[in-house]
């Protein structure tokens, strides 16, 4: 059984900042990626951003220079620092893990409940 809790998301004035972060938890032997996704209304799931166990990251073009990705390993916590947020950026944010729960399953694809980030004056 593994959880994915997220935290950090809420309501923000255009040009502020807010930080996410998504704790794993459960039965996990290894992680390999873990990231940010968003969903707005009407609209596609999108890739925010994506980190991998060993720190390389990428990113969505409409979000480059304005987030960074993070992670601590020791903690299966990814965090995402969202600055010069915009209204566009308003959606339900969801964190993803993909991880092995013991050393002989195959890698599995997780996601948390997602968290609410609205951007508005």
């Known amino acids: 059984q593994v959880q994915l809790v997220e935290s950090g998301g809420g309501l923000v004035q255009p040009g502020g900042s807010l930080r996410l972060s998504c704790a794993a938890s459960?039965?996990?032997?290894?992680?390999?990626?873990m990231g940010w996704y968003r969903q707005a209304p009407g609209k596609e799931r999108e890739l925010v951003a994506v980190i991998s166990s060993g720190g390389t990251t990428n990113s969505g073009d409409s979000v480059k220079g304005r987030f960074t990705i993070s992670r601590d390993n020791a903690k299966n916590t990814v965090y995402l620092q969202m600055n010069s947020l915009k209204p566009e950026d308003t959606s339900v944010y969801y964190c993803?893990?993909?991880?092995?729960?013991?050393?002989?399953?195959?890698?599995?694809?997780?996601w948390g409940q997602g968290t609410q980030v609205t951007v508005s004056s």
């Open positions: 993803n893990a993909v991880l092995k729960s013991t050393r002989w399953d195959f890698s599995k694809s997780y």
């Open positions: 459960g039965t996990i032997f290894t992680i390999n990626a």
